[in-house]
């Protein structure tokens, strides 16, 4: 039994969900290998090679990967599923946006954000914006999934010495060119690896609102959310969106300020260890599920609670 | 250009899930239906697709049950021109459905297949990339803006960091996200319309695609409840407790 993990990274860095997709790869119970498809890569295969209980690190390192496009590479993990009993990459958009096209051309039912490892063939995922959770058997003798980070304690990424075989590129089908990317520059922690979120909703009202919560993360060391409305609302841009369709997080401590609580963001945070919120409705959903709630105008509580900090 | 926009019944947005006491599955008996938002999202973008004159006919497919002509005359009422339903009442897969979505393909030979990105029942965010793979085609998923461009596309996706856009051959694959477009309500008179629209009823078996699913569902079960809270006063409670009771600040 070996596992194959897809590891989420910038060509640079090695990003923090590939350390919990390796654990739930090595709960599979065999031998745990990575694989790096990127540009000009060999940084992040080398950190990768450092993460206890890897045993082997791929390098595809190609110009067509530099962009991690699914078509591209797609074909590559196909032509190495072979040596593989399993196919496992982060539930980020690269991983949600690569795996189902290595799935199909394997003829195997993908398992998608899966939150626990119950066996070999056995795995619990949501469903219904995580009302529900299923249990699931895979009669495929070979294993496609996607792993939920907050489900997976991270593996350490320092202690491992893997060995590390570059292997060629798979052919470039041609048929897609990356064009540019928008990325957010932030020196605030990313969203799915911050310990606090600092989070807001339609109640912020406008754009320029969102600076208070941004300077009472600042203040905390923590990370930005905002749920669906305020990102609808143009407040603030869609890779701050925690909930079942943004980013799914599980903090030591979410603070949900205007933000009343529906389902869909819920089903993103209520994972986190400690929740807070701050409404001034104090019928919000969001007050059942919060460990402190706090009825109060934002515009004077999070300034002064920053103070109080 | 021709596109398929393929769309699944599934509970309302509005409905909040009940697991079943058996713990089989959820009760979907008596519970109201819709069409999945991201599927309207998808109509949507192939109906502004055709006012804008770039693309002809717009055929909306759905695979499920009877009811699920309900889901397709409301497509029909939104703008699309024509509907295939294959009819069954298994439960069939993403795998499954790209596989007969592809013989729809070959059969119609449409230049985009606009798909929403998941279903918001089984959340498996699968079949428009599963569909990609087995035609061979590229994929713009997530996407937030779809524009044509010479003898391509252009999607502008939603990614972990914020936006990325890539450029495709046609025909291609596209799977919406939420901010894509605003999904329009049918009229009255397109309502009406839609009834006389043609809708063909068709079965797995007539594509020849063995549908048999590969998941066991051994159990559905509720998540565990988050037990509530207090509520604190004011904010030197708070920073109190945070600092004294949970620990962690």
Redesign the interface.
Known sequence: MTALVLAEHDNAELKPATLNAVTAASQLGGDVHVLVAGSGAQAVADAAARIAGVSVVLLADDASYG?R???NI?PLIVSLAGDYDAIVAPT???G??????????L???????VMKVESAD?FVR???????????????SKKVMTVRGTGFPAAAATGGSAEIRTIAAAAN?G??????????KSDRPEL?AAK?IVSGGRGMGSSGAFSIIESLADK?GAAVGAS?AA??AGFI???HQVG??G?IVAP??YIAVGISGA?QHLAGM?DS????AINKD?EAPI?????????ADLFQ?VP??EK?? | MKILVPVKRV?DYNV??R?KADKTG?DLANVKMSMNPFDEIAVEEAIRKKEAGQAEEIIAVSIGPAQAQETLRTALAMGADRAILIQTDDIV???AV?KLLKAVVDAEQPKLVILG??A???????????????L????G??A?IVKVVGDGI?VT?????????????LP?IVTT???LNEPRYASLPNIMKAKKKQLDVKTAADYGVDIS???????????AK?A?????????E??D??KNE?G??
């Open positions: 962009n496009l699914a078509e797609a980020t958009t690269s949600k946006n690569i795996l189902p096209r290595v799935a199909a051309q003829d195997v039912a993908q398992i998608s954000d056995t949501p469903i219904y914006a995580g009302n529900a959770l299923a249990t699931v058997q895979s009669t495929d089908p048929n897609s060119r990356f064009v540019g990317a928008e990325l957010a799915t606090i905390l669906r990102v609808d841009s869609n890779d079942q369709t980013k030591q401590l389902i209520k260890k400690v929740i807070v104090e007050f059942q599920i919060a460990d402190y709630g706090l009825v509580a002064e609670l109080a900090l | 509970i909040k899930a697991v959820v897969e993403p795998l790209a990105k998941q918001i029942d089984d959340d498996s965010n699968q079949t428009g990339q599963m569909l990609a793979a087995l061979g085609w590229p994929q998923t997530f937030s252009e996706r939603e990614v972990d960091g914020g936006l990325e856009t890539v450029a495709l051959t291609a996200d939420l901010r699913p590969r998941l066991k569902t051994l159990k559905v079960e509720e998540p988050r509530g809270g207090i509520k604190v006063k004011t904010i030197e708070l920073v407790k945070l949970a962690v600040i």
